[in-house]
């Protein structure tokens, strides 16, 4: 059985995918995890909307379910980029057929993006903006029955990269955190200032 860990900061458990490698250090708060090679979480569209698309559903993850209402986590997330696609992750997890990912991906000509994935049944994709350096502050809000992902370069100034819903009758959409390497041999992740409230976000279009 998987032991649930404690992220300083947050105050739920968050629970490890099995035989991923997170690592939390308790006096920094710190949360480290190297995804393992050619592992993802993506529903290819092109096989159509059906539950016969090619799901990948493999990549290290580290979740748990926040407190009804709305919330809003945030993390600043370095990656030690070194193949496409690798990344470091704020998820949002429904079930395997409904979810979304707000990534710092590197991205095939060797940029360090902001993408955001949204499923619903299949996977959509979507560039945002690209970052100099490979550290970056992430942001998931839940604001009623919706949500918002934020951007920042400093953790002071946020980007909106998308406002959206996802199906979840039951009320249990869980959060946190995943890192991935679909195309290469193992991807470091560090996520830290790792913060979660439940105060609703103020402005959506500036994050504020």
């Known amino acids: 059985m998987t032991t649930p860990l404690h992220v300083p900061g947050v105050p ?7 035989g991923s ?61 070194a193949a496409t696609f690798d990344a470091g992750v704020l998820l949002l997890w429904v079930d395997e057929r409904h979810w979304g990912k707000l990534c710092f991906e590197y991205s095939p000509d060797g940029e360090a993006l902001i993408v955001s994935v949204v ?12 970052v100099d350096g490979n550290q970056v502050w992430l942001r998931v809000s839940r604001i009623g029955q919706a949500y918002a992902y934020h951007a920042s370069l400093d953790g002071t100034l946020w980007r909106m990269i998308r406002h959206f819903a996802l199906v979840d009758p039951a009320g249990s959409a869980a959060i946190g955190f995943e890192g991935q390497s679909p195309t290469g041999e193992g991807c470091a992740v560090k996520f830290d200032r790792i913060s979660f409230a439940t105060t609703r976000l103020g402005e959506l279009r500036d994050g504020s």
Request: net charge negative; hydrophobic share 40%.
């Open 21 to 81: 490698s997170w690592v939390v250090d308790e006096s920094s708060g710190d949360v480290h995890v190297t995804g393992a090679p050619r592992t993802d979480i993506f529903i290819d569209p092109r096989g159509g909307i059906s539950s016969d698309s090619e799901a990948v559903l493999d990549a290290a993850t580290l979740l748990g379910t926040p407190p009804a209402g709305d919330f809003q986590l945030s993390a600043r997330v370095t990656v030690d980029f």
């Open 12 to 18: 739920f458990a968050l629970t490890p995918s099995p």
């Open 119 to 130: 499923t619903r049944g299949v996977s959509d994709d979507a560039n945002a903006f690209a």
